[in-house]
């Protein structure tokens, strides 16, 4: 099936189309109206250029150096070193489809009619995502005001035929053999345009609409690994009737029980609490409170989005070309609103792998398991189980709480005391995306031990939803209970389950879409 054309005009985008040019490689194209917006704001360039008073980013220096005014026979050269100066990243290549992200924003933002770039610029770097060109972008160098600076100078570089670039085969080329085997020409940049290319969130915003696809579905399998260990350690689903979430109100808490309620109906495991030693009256938190922990979640997640849906239809530059025809100084490159959002989704992240660690924890645990064997081992002394996977699951929760440590509170100035004041959204986008990772891993285990922990419970019927769930995992070649054996493969395995939403796939046919 081919991939939808994703049209660019002058009202921003929409995250799907962010995810399907970022991770689906869908073709891109300019709309007229972009087309006729580019051409307009580009004429009151033009004009400003020709005038002999200084205009912030068309007739003058950048940042601290604004100050000097550059005349006409400079221009040129002032756009391009402009690129070539900030193209000064360092450390690890950022990955693909975050540098793809970048691009696309960035070209969301020119087709505003806002920068002031030209129609031909724009529509080169249409055709440098379409040809599968992708600048080699580095770690380190954004400070996330005035935007994402370096990274989104590497991406300019390439238009400008300078510097590395990966090919559609993923070898790392020269940007100008890159350039020439795909007939695109390279930009010879003119006033502002250097400029217009660098001034924007679009890396923390990219990373952003990318960690929120992730997130949602990730809440989702946590909502149906939480209901897998309820049901493997006998616990009750009466703490999930809607009227309990009723009179609490908060949108995710209810979603999340009416979830894992669903996966949970028909279940023969639940409410055994007399068959304990010493009969409990509750489940413990980690267990009875887990709709509570991932509803708070999945409300942040709501408000992050309606962050991200503003950015998506936001032209971020500065100096902007504003309707009635004024060019503007302004601050709306500062990333602040995204990386706050960014922060938060780390701190909920790192919540929801605790809860569901804590989870894994107790299924191992034959003090606490209610009758499952130690660390759901074959025969516990001579095998060891679980054991290890949870040490595993331990530390990557204890890193997640290190990255749960916000970013956007550590400004560092720069620029001369100019830009006294920054966002470090970049830097709290990247640490997300080592959290996300890290909470699909967390899961993952949790869901690998309680499947094994429910058919450990011989004589007694799982839900058919969890039935559901057990069948596709072991179809996937995820081994149930047995002798101790090589553990990593089979982590693996579940973890490519998990990422690829076949969790929740295998359960929906059974209980329904799951929110």
Known sequence: MNMRTVVVGTSGTTAEDVVDVARGNAPVELSADALSALAAAREVVDSLAAKPEPVYGVSTGFGALASRHIGPELRARLQRNIVRSHAAGMGPRVEREVVRALMFLRLKTVASGRTGVRPEVAQTMADVLNAGITPVVHEYGSLGCSGDLAPLSHCALTLMGEGDAEGPDG????????????????????????????????????????????????????????????????????????????????????????????????????????????????????????????????????????????????????????????????????????????????IVAADLGSIAERRTDRLLDKNRSHGLPAFLADDPGVDSGLMIAQ?????????????????????????????????????????????????????????????????????????????????????????????????????????????????????????????
């Open 391 to 515: 040490y595993t699951q331990a530390a990557l929760v204890s890193e997640m709480k290190r990255l749960a440590v916000p970013a956007s509170v550590d400004s560092i100035p720069s620029s001369a005391m100019q830009e006294d004041h920054v966002s470090m959204g970049w830097s709290a986008a990247r640490k997300l995306r080592t959290a996300v990772d890290h909470l699909a891993r967390i899961i993952a285990v949790e869901m690998y031990a309680a499947t094994r922990a429910i058919e450990l419970r011989t004589g007694l019927l799982p839900a058919p939803a969890s039935m559901a769930a057990i069948e596709a995992v072991r179809a996937a070649g995820i081994e149930g209970p047995g002798p101790d054996r090589f553990l990593s493969p089979d982590l693996a395995a579940a973890d490519t389950f998990l990422r690829e939403g076949r969790l929740v796939a295998a359960v929906e046919p059974v209980t329904g879409p799951l929110a």
């Open 171 to 346: 070898v790392v080329r020269p940007a100008a053999e890159l350039l020439a085997e795909h007939g695109i020409v390279p930009v010879e940049l003119r006033e502002k345009e250097g400029l217009a290319l660098l001034n924007g969130t679009d890396g923390m915003l990219g990373m952003l609409v990318m960690a929120l696809a992730d997130l949602q579905r990730l809440y989702t399998s946590a909502d149906i690994t939480a209901a897998l260990t309820l049901e493997a350690l006998l616990g009750t689903d009466k703490v999930l009737a809607p009227e309990l979430h009723d009179i609490r109100p908060h949108p995710g808490q209810g979603v999340s029980a009416d979830n894992m309620l669903r996966v949970l109906a028909g279940s023969g495991l639940t409410g055994h609490f007399q068959q304990d030693a010493a009969p409990r009256v509750q489940d413990a938190y980690s267990v009875r409170c887990a709709p509570q922990v991932a509803g708070a979640g999945r409300d942040t997640l709501a408000y992050a989005r309606i962050v991200a849906d503003r950015e998506l239809a936001s032209a971020v530059d500065n100096p902007v070309v504003l309707p009635d025809g004024r060019v503007e100084s302004n601050g709306n490159f500062h990333g602040a609103p995204v990386a706050y959002v960014l922060d938060f989704l780390a």
